[in-house]
């Protein structure tokens, strides 16, 4: 089955600065590949989201890029804010597929 | 709509005890699931649902039961339950079409003593 490892497991940031995360993945048909944020006592949220049949996307602030002959896939954050301070997950999935969780990096960013 | 809705938000049981998670969603969604998260750590799935009367299990499925009669909720149940089963219990439903999007449940914080 599918196993998604994530790293680092800790991030800490100087606000202004950028933050980037790693997931790997095994399974080669995966193709979906979201990202979410979990804020303290929270649920998590979907940021972003990819497919395999593109390799970087883009929404404000944050990227996510994807080598799938590598099998794997980054978050990037810039401009970093405290308020982006929180859990972040990555996931990898697809049709007919559970999602597999990656466990999680703690993003600290420092005023 | 309201999304995925969950009850209770907390509850304490005892050791033995059992209670049934409540998860409803409105947005039709075929596709349900339970995962557990302990403090710290990621989100491992329990059971899963693909439609009404049909479900399987996760990677943490013991102690624990589905069922799935409508398409609207998927209630988990907790036989004898145990210190082990202390976590935070997020239900979430999923879209395949056109976006394959989950969407999560506020959650509910269970301790077991």
């Known amino acids: 089955g599918e196993n998604v490892e994530q790293h680092p497991s800790t991030l800490s940031v100087q606000e202004g600065d950028s933050a980037v995360i790693k997931c790997t993945y095994s399974?080669?048909?995966?193709?979906?590949f979201p990202w979410y944020k979990q804020e303290l006592g929270k649920r998590p949220q979907l940021i972003i989201d990819?497919?395999?049949?593109?390799g970087e996307k883009k929404d404000q602030r944050i990227a996510v890029t994807l080598n799938k002959t590598a099998k794997h896939f980054s978050l990037h954050i810039t401009e970093t804010q405290p308020e982006d301070s929180a859990v972040y997950f990555c996931?990898?999935?697809?049709?007919?597929?559970?999602?597999?969780f990656g466990p999680g990096t703690r993003l600290s960013v420092l005023p | 709509n309201a999304g995925v809705t969950q009850t209770p938000k907390f509850r304490i049981l005892k050791i033995g005890q059992s209670m049934t998670l409540q998860c409803a969603q409105d947005?039709?969604?075929?596709?349900m699931y339970w995962y557990r998260q302990d403090p710290g750590m990621g989100l491992k799935l329990i059971y899963y649902?693909?439609?009404?009367?049909?479900?399987d299990k996760g990677e943490v499925p013991n102690g624990y039961n589905v069922s799935r009669s409508t398409t609207e909720d998927f209630p988990l149940r907790l036989e004898l339950a145990a210190p082990s089963q202390t976590s935070v219990y997020f239900c979430?439903?999923?879209?395949?079409?056109?976006?394959?999007?989950?969407?999560f449940g506020p959650g509910t914080r269970l301790t077991v003593l």
């Open positions: 979430a439903s999923r879209v395949s079409s056109p976006t394959d999007t989950q969407y």
């Open positions: 399974d080669s048909a995966s193709n979906y």
């Open positions: 990819i497919r395999s049949n593109v």
């Open positions: 996931a990898a999935g697809g049709y007919g597929q559970n999602f597999v």
């Open positions: 947005m039709n969604h075929n596709y």
């Open positions: 649902s693909v439609g009404a009367g049909i479900t």
